[in-house]
């Protein structure tokens, strides 16, 4: 006799898998980045969306472009720029005389992957034009609204060392995106490791993508989230949780503490680090783990810290610090 106890594990285990699969793969085409690929994939997973900080060079694209082959997504990416309009990525409704009705022209955001590299070159009123989107799968022009594909998963990226010509994005932008990422450069032996790759004709970043096909289908990716979504998590994982968020809200250095929306991406978040795993229950270092992915980007730091220079990881980890683990 099957249990709810025996298919959980073996959802976990499909999960566990799953991502042993994208990581051997990607081992033998990217150069580190393994925080980003695990980061992807628990967004694919739970059905979130990332925002990227990181200088220009750090693979972002290929990245991105690599994950939507192997999870069968299609993928799009657009370029911010000031001039880019929001018709230039929902598309625009053309009066079509034979037919006489309006036809949908789409823009890149109708895919299963859009990556939006350097969202903050992009005009507020084309930010905007993002927030249904990322909040309910959705988009509304001329007034009528538009499903988007499912499954549904956006990235954008920000320069984090540029400011001419950028728009920051505001607070209620932030955080629609689920979880956050801070990409620096290579490690010294991932540089020599990519130096050596390169040279010899062995990288392949660029090319072999094509030839690429899915460990995942769409049927596997949605058992996936809902199995996420079954994990044990103990009462006290989830006052933990509960804890970490009030903490950021009475901090003395921060000036606004993370969202209820932090709230749920973080717990979630932390099922699906523990999914990952193999494990069927959540663990503290799980909801440790995800914190910082899950919360930097959704506080804000008074003045002083600023100037101290102090940055929302340093306050994340400070406050998991003082708080009891259960």
Do not use: W
Request: proline share 4%; glycine share 6%; net charge negative.
């Amino acid at each position: 006799m099957i249990t709810k106890e025996n298919r959980l594990k073996e959802g976990v285990q499909e999960i566990s898998d799953l991502y042993q699969d994208v990581m051997d793969v990607t081992g033998q085409m990217i150069v580190g980045n393994s925080e980003m690929i695990e980061l992807i994939t628990i967004a694919v997973l739970t059905g979130g969306h990332i925002l990227i900080e990181g200088v220009p060079g750090t693979a972002k694209t290929t990245v991105s472009k690599i994950m939507a082959r192997l999870f069968g997504y299609d993928f799009t990416r657009v370029q911010g720029a000031v001039d880019v309009q929001p018709a230039d990525i929902m598309g625009v409704r053309i009066y079509d005389r034979d037919k006489k009705e309006f036809i949908l022209h789409k823009g890149p955001i109708f895919t299963n992957f859009i990556l939006v590299d350097e969202i903050n070159r992009l005009t507020p009123r084309t930010q905007s034009a993002f927030i249904e989107a990322l909040a309910e799968s959705q988009v509304t022009i001329d007034g009528v609204t538009f499903r988007l594909p499912d499954p549904y998963l956006a990235i954008a990226t920000q320069n984090p060392f540029e400011f001419e010509g950028t728009f920051p994005l505001i607070e209620a932008q932030k955080d629609r995106f689920d979880y956050s990422l801070i990409l620096n450069h290579l490690n010294a032996e991932e540089e020599l490791d990519l130096i050596r790759r390169g040279h010899t004709g062995r990288l392949g970043m660029d090319t072999s993508s094509d030839n690429l096909r899915p460990v995942a289908d769409r049927n596997l990716i949605l058992r996936a989230g809902q199995t996420i979504r079954k994990l044990h998590t103990e009462e006290a994982i989830v006052r933990y949780v509960r804890d970490i968020i009030i903490a950021t809200r009475e901090h003395p250095d921060l000036k606004l503490g993370a969202s209820s929306r932090g709230s749920l991406s973080l717990i979630l978040g932390a099922k699906a680090h523990a999914a990952l795993r193999n494990r069927t229950y959540v663990l503290p270092d799980d909801v440790k783990a995800m914190a910082c992915p899950a919360l930097r980007y959704r506080i804000i730091l008074e003045k002083e810290a600023e100037i101290g220079r102090l940055s929302p990881d340093e306050i994340i980890s400070e406050i998991l610090d003082h708080i009891e683990v259960p």
